[in-house]
């Protein structure tokens, strides 16, 4: 029976292996994490990530041939193959501060991975990294290698938040490179092996490390600058009284274009968008590319403009001060379908409007107040490190309350922002939210969901990204 073992238990080690172990009955997968509450989370009635589909799948084959545990070196030990998923935070200091990825998680994990192993092992990559950090890795556990063979892999992953256990099921393609020797495309050959029992194996792609580690990077930088593109258009849109969505809608009709990550909005989230382009920011500046380097951190500056725009616009709005006054947060998850707050756009909004001295209360139907409280009072990048090594208890926002119901936090609000697309914010009764405001009561809609015309006729001011301005929002200064 092969065996694998997942380094890391978190949104792409969890979902990844429990999706294998469903489509291979004939393989033993244990997911292993030196976090006891993570893994007593993966083996309760309650997971640790909420993704549609997610619960059936685990449950399915969890103790058959599905196993969490915190025994790493056991389960390492017994592999035939080694997934390595754990965090690459941005680092904070040191060389490369603010844009280069932290190894040292990985580091720790080759080198125990060397320490433990008694067989010869095929190690993959599935935690996002920068180009050549296989030759790194190859290097640790070569030199540590007491005559064991470890072939190293890179299979990123390419799953979207809401949608990875349909994205795993029925991927657009799988990607694994590998060394260009014979023993390279022997474990390439394995790892495509497991694949290919539910994968079409035309979808599965075989390149050079190089190859497969730097189109991950490429993949969600392109994907970024789409909705940055958009979004720029968003703000030439309000000045000129076009609609982004209608100038969104005829871009995406050409073939070319597609109308994928054309959605106007408050800016992108996620764990990986923003860390991946510093990175890619970082190699090209290591390489003396200086100019590429310039052009993908503009993604990110655009980004940043989006969200600072947003306050902007609340702020001047209500009489150029929202101090003391109640603002409704709906929605705080990075989209819709995932509790995943990291990098939220909904962080900067209410970190502005807090600058401002405004009260929030905020409502997302998957996110806890624990969760929001340490978002909101940790230093930037705190998030990607594992649980046990970010702060310890988070200083809680006073002027922050987390509420569990759309109408309780709409109560007695000055204006509302929605901050993420929850399906359930589109069917909310804006009339009985109108009625218990405060008036003037203003909607400012961050992710264009909400119907325009008929929130004007029940009284509201809506401003809504990109769209034509109301009457009240034209006599304002234009919002830089």
């Not at 599905?66 to 080694?82: G, Q, R, Y």
């Not at 920011?281 to 951190?297: P, Q």
């Not at 309350?401 to 399906?423: F, P, R």
Request: hydrophobic residues 40%; aromatic residues 8%.
């Amino acid at each position: 029976m092969v065996k694998i073992c997942c380094i890391g238990a978190g949104y792409v080690g969890g979902p990844t292996m429990a999706v294998i172990a469903f489509k291979c009955p004939a393989i033993e997968v244990a997911v292993v994490d030196i976090s006891v509450s993570r893994i007593n989370a993966w083996n309760s009635e309650q997971l640790p990530i909420y993704e549609p589909g997610l619960d059936d799948v685990v449950k399915q084959c969890r103790g058959k041939n599905l196993f969490f545990s915190t025994d790493v070196e056991k389960h390492v030990a017994e592999a035939d193959i080694v997934f390595v998923s754990v965090n690459t935070p941005t680092k904070t200091q040191g060389l490369g501060a603010g844009k280069a990825a932290d190894l040292t998680y990985w580091e720790s994990a080759a080198r125990m991975i060397a320490d433990v192993s008694k067989s010869d092992k095929i190690v993959v990559e599935k935690s996002t990294v920068p180009v050549k950090t296989a030759e790194a890795i190859e290097k640790i556990l070569t030199h540590n290698s007491k005559k064991i063979n470890f072939q190293i892999l890179s299979n990123p992953e390419f799953l979207a938040e809401g949608t990875a256990i349909q994205d795993l099921f029925n991927p657009d393609r799988v990607l694994i490179g590998g060394r260009e020797t014979p023993e390279g495309a022997k474990a390439i050959q394995a790892l495509k092996d497991v694949y290919a029992h539910w994968v079409p194996v035309e979808r599965i792609i075989c390149t050079n490390l190089w190859s497969a580690e730097l189109s991950k990077l490429a993949a969600n930088a392109f994907l970024a600058q789409r909705i940055s593109s958009v979004n720029a258009m968003s703000a030439l849109c309000e000045a000129t009284g076009a609609d982004v969505t209608q100038v969104s809608h005829a871009v995406g009709k050409d073939s070319r274009i597609g109308p994928k990550f054309l959605n106007a909005s408050v800016g992108f989230g996620g764990s990986c968008f923003q860390k991946d382009i510093l990175n890619l920011v970082y190699i090209c500046e290591c390489n003396g590319l200086s100019e590429v380097a310039t052009y993908w951190k503009q993604v990110i500056k655009v980004n940043d403009y989006q969200k600072t725009r947003f306050v902007n616009r609340v702020v001047s709005s209500m009489f150029n001060t929202v101090s003391g006054k109640k603002i409704a947060i709906l929605g705080f998850a990075f989209k819709k379908d995932t509790g995943d707050t990291r990098e939220t756009p909904a962080i900067d909004v209410c970190k502005g409007l807090l600058g401002d001295k405004a009260r929030l209360s905020i409502y997302d139907p998957q996110v806890s107040e624990d969760q929001i409280q340490r978002d909101l009072s940790m230093k930037k990048f705190d998030w990607d490190h594992p649980v046990h090594l970010q702060p310890a208890s988070p200083m809680s926002v006073t002027q922050v309350s987390v509420v569990w119901d759309a109408y309780e936090a709409t109560k007695d609000a000055h204006g509302i922002c929605i901050l993420t697309e929850w399906d359930e914010f589109k069917k909310l009764d804006y009339q009985r939210i109108y009625n218990n405001m405060q008036k003037p009561a203003f909607v400012f809609d961050g992710r264009n969901i909400a119907d325009v015309e008929k929130l004007r006729e029940v009284g509201f001011i809506v401003y809504s990204i990109g769209k034509p301005l109301d009457s009240w929002l034209k006599d304002l200064p234009a919002v830089a």
